[in-house]
């Protein structure tokens, strides 16, 4: 799943592990998660748009979505 979580972080000069502490998760969650190696539950979905005041569609892309390559 694509997703803007290093962006926001960055537009915030947050580092990863200030993230993580804020989402409670460890650093390599928030890595794997920028990284697109791990998609977030639903509830870490919500908390990181609740984090950020933004809708989950706005941070996470479905690959559905994205346009054919």
């Known amino acids: 799943m694509k997703n803007r979580l ?8 947050w ?3 200030e993230l993580a502490d804020r ?3 460890s ?4 890595n794997a998660i920028e990284t697109g190696r791990y998609d977030p ?11 950020f005041d ?9 690959p ?3 346009p054919a390559a």
Do not use: H, W
């Not at 650093?27 to 928030?30: D, G, L, M």
């Open 41 to 51: 539950s639903l509830p870490l979905a919500l908390k990181i748009a609740e984090l």
């Open 64 to 66: 559905s979505k994205l």
């Open 27 to 30: 650093r390599q969650s928030v």
């Open 23 to 25: 989402l409670e998760v």
């Open 15 to 17: 580092s990863q592990g």
């Open 6 to 13: 290093k962006i926001l972080r960055a537009e915030r000069d």
């Open 54 to 62: 933004l809708a989950i569609e706005d941070i996470f892309t479905s």
